[in-house]
């Protein structure tokens, strides 16, 4: 279906409207005009047809008349001309009655001759007729039948000419039945049959006077009858058909009908009789005569009669005709004028509202949004309106709010500008009064428009479009062909790790005008092909810093100086050596070798680099200032060109460098060193000698001014120079037990300490090592017996202790036995009992080498009486709280008679072998005083959880917050962060006089990094290997709502606790 | 690990290098006193890394350099140089040098170093190898 119309919509598709009904219009107006005119033209043609035989019946009217006359007249004529001579005036006057009828006629002719196309015929018959007139009265009776015969022929002319009539005027086509049988009578049976009647009658008379007739003349008047019956019959048969058919007609015609039916067989029967029938059936001449006329006359009144039915019927016909082409046209007329209006007024409603839609439309395209279509029609052209005229509602709306949008966001953006005006102008602010100096350069090395105004103060001057060269190096041209070719470089270089070096070459800090300036530099890159990458330098005045960093970097170079020195103390003699050597006879010793001044340049200059590297790594930073110096004096001098310089002018510039100005260089670093290490340290040539209490000091010194990775380097080795073998604490004891023997009247063998050389820090076991005595005093005094006793028990005479020292993998084992006596495990029980260490019940229940133990409790003391040198009961307990300081332990095995054995486990707590302490470590110690002071206090801690880790190292702080930086061998910052109830309550728990001087939220602070101090400080003394290694401060303290800190590159770890009055956070970040 | 050629001509920065390097897993394959000597242990060892000094007796450095990266141009050397010389560090790294160091040397600073230098110019033979195959 779509395919069917799709051309058809193409069509209509590219037509504007006008177009569409146009042509639609036309279509329909000119087929209705078609049809019509084919309809009305096949009416007229109809009509026409009727016309014209109505024309035709008009002329057989007035040819009735003549034929009348003729059959007339040829039977007046064959009266006279068989004798009858005293019918000439009758003949006369008929002659002038067929002149008449003749003048008749022709004057019908002269109307419609021409359409019939009988004038010639007529005039023929006119001829022929004005023949027979001439000869009318020159017949002989004998040739009074030639007569007849001639002027039958000419009446058989004239009904030639009614044929002819019937032909030419389409009367002899009539369609029509009832008309067309009526219309056969009248052309061919009524003008035969008058014929014929008249034949009958004019011979009829001529019968009745002679009556002799020949058998050829009787035959031929009985033919004449026969065909005057034949005739009637062929009438009667048509006018039958006639009668049947139309009602009317029949009583127009039955009674001439019935007229002629009578008359003219009687007539014939008669005429039939005189001539063949019996002689005595005498048939009066006259009876023949007016019966024949009779006979014509009915005849020829039927034949008008018909003539006037079938002019009437025509006349009819044409009215019918006529009356349809009237209705058919007016009908299609006014329908079509109909359609045309309808048409017309359908195109104007759907034009008009397309156009006026159009319309609408393009006031609205030119932003007439309040332009509205007017609905005029309920169709869909009005329903389309109506829906534009909701949509332009909406859009009209839609347009309000979108401007109403634009207003609000023209002002916000206002607003937005202004803000960025503003933050443009506090960031340049900001930059301005940073402090530094920001300036960017591309690849042609000048200077952009935009930099800081502390620029400005750093260079004196505007440097907008300068050379960044001239900037950092004002007078120094080969400082700037250098740093051109590397800023070159780094502007061409993608490697990052090559262009990072290039950057590394850049000068780090820049002297001008007398002002240190360090000189950060950073590479912009922006997006590709976009720009070329820019380098941004960051100034940074660092005049005033760069004192305090002098001095500070004075001391750390001190201490960096000494531990590299202590530590690769062989190394620092042997330079120190060298470069004396080097001083008292190098210079002179190269102008001896006699070589080439430039090549004795080129040596020196090597030397004293070599020494430069060599004093650097030992850390002497004065050695390696006045080293450098001189090497750049020697570069010059090289510079200046090596082949031809003279010896003279080399010794001249070379004056300076005395020996003793030299030897003086190093002195300065070693007199440094010997106020911190003392002066033995240089005493000796390979052997280190100092002081411990220096190294301890140095060592504190490291601590507090070194970073926590560089402790970690020096530490160690510097601990290690004081460490001893653990043997040497325990060296005094064999002299000490073999006084000890003496007095108490004992045999000891001598005996040396065995084992033990393993290097431990002194300080660390010293407690220990000398709260041995008592075990050994405990040994002497009561483990060994006296000689005789001995020698009573079958044991030797001499008694015997060992001390023995392993070393294992968990630490030191120290193992000190006597062969004395001995202990009875139940003697203990009872004295523990007896002593009130222990109830009797929990004695009984120790195996034996537990209630060994019991001799290192409080207040036991094995011997009966109270010596100077033991049994006061404090010395085995003395003992072990030692030992329990080192986290070690202690076994005790003894046997009755037998002997004791004492075994101490002891950790070997060295610096390097354990780890430093972390942070983590401090977080159960941190939380487990914060929960005693806030119990303290009177705040319960009803909830703890524990939060590892947040988003990008960021920390939620509560209204108050103390942060505390913690330095050392570990770092860090313990945030401790609170609501300002707790806080409130903290500060009323330690309210002092004098408060009303600070406001609230100072005192509020003050408290809480009161607080935040006594946690911190309280657990790091629980955290083992940190003491005096790790030193914590109060950094700040701050009172904000809703504030957070960040870390992002270290670890955050946060305690929440509830307290019932707020929050407490503790976050510890590492 | 990589193997190593320290070349200096003070005995004690040999030395130090030595015990940084072997410390931390390197391999010092030979010490070289001077230039010559260097460019002669370069040949036998064929190591992967070379810390060279700048400043030596007879052919220095930059010449070292030069005469080691002409026949061996994928060597990968490091320069040691002491403060003030960055115009011959500079020079070197035009020269072919991947990197520098700082004297004095310290353990990180050597050891991050080294580790820089290698991990690019591994990438770079990685790079290298690609190509191969694709051509």
């Not at chain 1, 014929?195 to 008047?221: F, P, W, Y």
């Not at chain 1, 930099?451 to 400082?479: H, K, M, W």
């Not at chain 1, 300076?656 to 060193?673: C, F, G, H, R, S």
Request: aromatic share 8%.
């Amino acid at each position: 279906m779509r395919y069917l119309f799709e051309p058809v919509v193409r069509l209509m598709n590219r037509l504007k409207y006008a177009y569409k009904f146009a042509l639609i219009g036309i279509l329909i107006v000119l087929q209705a005009a078609v049809l019509i005119y084919m309809l009305v033209s096949e009416l007229n043609k109809n009509i026409d047809f009727t016309s014209r035989e109505y024309l035709g019946i008009e002329y057989n009217q007035a040819l009735v008349a003549l034929l009348d006359e003729a059959q007339g007249y040829r039977s007046l004529h064959y009266s006279y001309a068989i004798g009858h001579h005293e019918l000439r005036e009758a003949l006369l006057e008929k002659q002038t009655k067929v002149d008449i009828a003749f003048s008749a006629l022709e004057t019908v002719d002269n109307r419609l001759g021409s359409q019939l196309d009988t004038t010639w015929k007529l005039q023929v018959l006119h001829k022929e007729w004005d023949t027979r007139k001439q000869e009318a009265f020159q017949f002989e009776p004998e040739r009074a039948q030639v007569a007849f015969n001639l002027n039958s022929r000419w009446i058989g002319e004239i009904m030639g000419l009614i044929q002819q009539v019937g032909n030419s005027s389409n009367l002899a086509l009539d369609g029509d039945l009832d008309t067309s049988y009526l219309i056969d009578s009248v052309l061919r049976k009524l003008p035969g049959l008058v014929d014929t009647l008249g034949q009958a009658q004019g011979l009829g008379e001529h019968v009745a006077n002679s009556r002799d007739l020949s058998i050829d003349e009787k035959e031929r008047l009985l033919l004449v009858g026969g065909i005057v019956r034949s005739n009637l019959e062929q009438l009667d048969q048509n006018t039958q058909v006639v009668f049947r058919r139309n009602e009317s007609v029949k009583v127009k015609l039955k009674m001439w009908n019935d007229a002629v039916d009578n008359d003219v067989p009687i007539f014939i029967w008669n005429f039939e009789q005189k001539i063949a029938g019996p002689q005595e059936a005498a048939i009066p001449q006259q009876l023949l005569v007016t019966g024949g006329q009779r006979a014509i006359g009915n005849v020829l009144t039927l034949y008008r009669g018909e003539l006037t039915v079938i002019g009437e019927l025509l006349n009819l016909r044409i009215q019918r005709y006529s009356r349809d082409r009237n209705v058919v046209a007016g009908f299609t007329v006014s329908i079509l004028f109909l359609v045309f209006y309808l048409f017309l007024a359908f195109d104007i409603s759907v034009r008009k509202g397309i156009y006026r839609l159009n319309t609408l439309m393009e006031s609205v395209a030119q932003g007439e949004l309040s332009a509205r279509g007017e609905v005029h029609s309920q169709d869909e052209m009005g329903a389309l309106t109506g829906s534009i005229n909701n949509m332009l509602e909406a859009l009209e709306m839609m347009y309000v709010e979108v401007r109403q949008s634009r207003d609000c966001l023209e002002v916000w953006n206002q607003e937005l500008e202004k803000k960025v005006t503003e933050r443009t102008a506090s960031l340049r602010n900001l930059l301005d009064h940073a402090g530094q100096g920001f300036l960017s350069f591309g690849s042609d090395l000048k200077v952009a428009g935009e930099y800081s105004a502390e620029c400005t103060q750093i260079f004196n001057r505007e440097i907008s479009e300068q050379s960044v060269l001239a900037l950092l190096y004002p007078d120094d041209r080969g400082e700037q062909v250098f740093l051109e070719a590397l800023f070159q470089k780094i502007f061409q270089e993608e490697d990052e790790m090559i262009r990072d070096t290039y950057f590394s070459l850049l000068p780090g800090q820049l002297v001008v005008s007398g002002s240190y300036i360090g000189v950060a530099y950073k590479i912009i890159d922006h997006p590709a092909g976009v720009k070329q990458p820019t380098i941004m330098l960051i100034l940074t005045d660092q005049t005033h810093q760069k004192k305090m960093e002098s001095q500070m970097q004075q001391e750390k170079n001190v201490l960096s100086m000494v531990v590299s020195v202590v530590t690769h103390f062989n190394d620092f003699s042997a330079a120190v050596n060298q470069y004396s050597a080097f001083c008292q006879e190098g210079l002179g010793r190269l102008q001896e070798a006699g070589c080439q001044a430039g090549e004795t340049l080129i040596t020196l200059f090597r030397t004293i680099h070599t020494f430069k590297g060599t004093f650097g790594q030992l850390g002497m930073y004065n050695m390696v200032a006045e080293l450098h110096e001189m090497e750049t004096v020697l570069a010059t001098i090289r510079e200046a060109g090596v082949d031809q310089l003279e010896w003279d002018c080399l010794t001249e510039q070379l004056k300076p460098y005395t020996a003793e100005q030299m030897l003086n260089w190093l002195e300065k670093d070693i007199a440094v060193l010997r106020d911190i290490l003392g002066d033995t340290f240089f005493h000796q040539e390979d052997t280190l000698i100092i002081e411990s209490s220096r190294l301890l000091s140095l060592e504190e010194k490291i601590q507090h001014i070194l970073t926590p990775g560089e402790c970690r380097l020096l530490i160690p080795e510097l601990r290690r120079l004081r460490y001893k073998p653990f043997k040497e604490l325990l060296a005094p004891y064999p002299e000490y037990i073999l006084n000890l023997a003496e007095r108490y009247d004992k045999a000891v063998n001598v005996f040396e300490i065995s084992g033990g050389e393993t290097l431990v820090d002194p300080l660390k076991y010293y407690c220990f090592a000398k709260n041995l005595v008592h075990v050994f005093r405990n040994a002497v005094a009561h483990g060994l017996e006296t000689p005789d006793e001995r020698l009573e028990a079958g044991k030797e005479e001499i008694g015997t202790i060992t001390c023995t020292v392993y070393e294992t993998t968990e630490g030191l084992t120290v193992l000190i036995t006597d062969d004395g006596r001995g202990m009875a495990a139940d003697h203990i029980r009872e004295i523990a009992v007896n002593k009130g260490i222990c109830d009797q019940k929990t004695v009984m229940l120790l195996a034996d080498e537990e209630a060994f133990k019991l001799i290192f409790a409080d207040g036991f003391s094995g011997a009966e009486a109270v010596s100077e040198l033991s049994g006061r009961g404090v010395g085995l307990s003395a003992v072990r709280t030692a030992i329990e300081e080192l986290g070690g332990s202690v076994q005790v095995n003894t046997m009755l008679g037998k002997g004791t054995e004492f075994r101490f486990f002891l950790p070997l707590l060295d610096w390097a072998a354990s780890e430093p302490p972390t942070m983590w470590q401090i977080s159960k110690p941190l939380l487990v005083e914060t929960k005693n002071l806030l119990t303290s206090m009177g705040l319960t801690v009803r909830e703890c959880i524990h939060v590892e880790g947040s988003a990008n190292g960021k920390v939620l702080l509560r209204s108050l917050t103390a942060f505390v930086d913690v330095k050392g061998i570990m770092g860090g910052k313990l945030v401790l962060s609170a609501d300002e109830a707790v806080v409130e309550h903290m500060a009323a728990a330690c309210l002092q006089d004098g408060v009303t001087e600070v406001s609230k939220e100072k005192w509020l602070e003050h408290v809480l990094a009161k607080v935040a101090n006594e946690i911190v400080n309280n657990a790091l003394l629980q955290v083992p290997n940190s003491d005096g290694a790790v030193k914590a401060e109060s950094l700040v303290t701050i009172l904000a709502q809703d504030a957070s800190a960040r870390y992002p590159q270290s670890q955050v770890s946060t305690w929440k606790l509830e307290t019932g009055l707020g929050w407490l956070n503790l976050s510890l970040i590492y | 690990m990589a193997q190593i050629l320290v070349v200096d001509d003070s005995l004690m920065m040999r030395r130090t290098i030595r015990r940084i390097l072997e410390q931390s897993g390197h391999t010092v394959v030979a010490e070289s006193g001077n230039g010559e000597q260097a460019i002669l242990d370069y040949e036998q060892h064929q190591p992967d890394l070379v810390t060279l000094d700048i400043t030596m007796p007879g052919l220095n450095g930059i010449e070292t350099l030069k005469r080691i990266i002409s026949s061996h141009p994928q060597a990968v050397i490091i320069m040691v140089s002491a403060l003030g010389q960055n115009r011959m560090i500079f020079e070197a790294m035009q020269a072919g040098a991947k990197n520098y160091i700082m004297k004095p040397i310290g353990d990180e600073k050597l050891l991050s170093v080294i580790d820089l230098v290698l991990e690019s110019s591994k990438c770079t033979d990685i790079a290298g190898g690609q190509r191969g195959i694709i051509f």
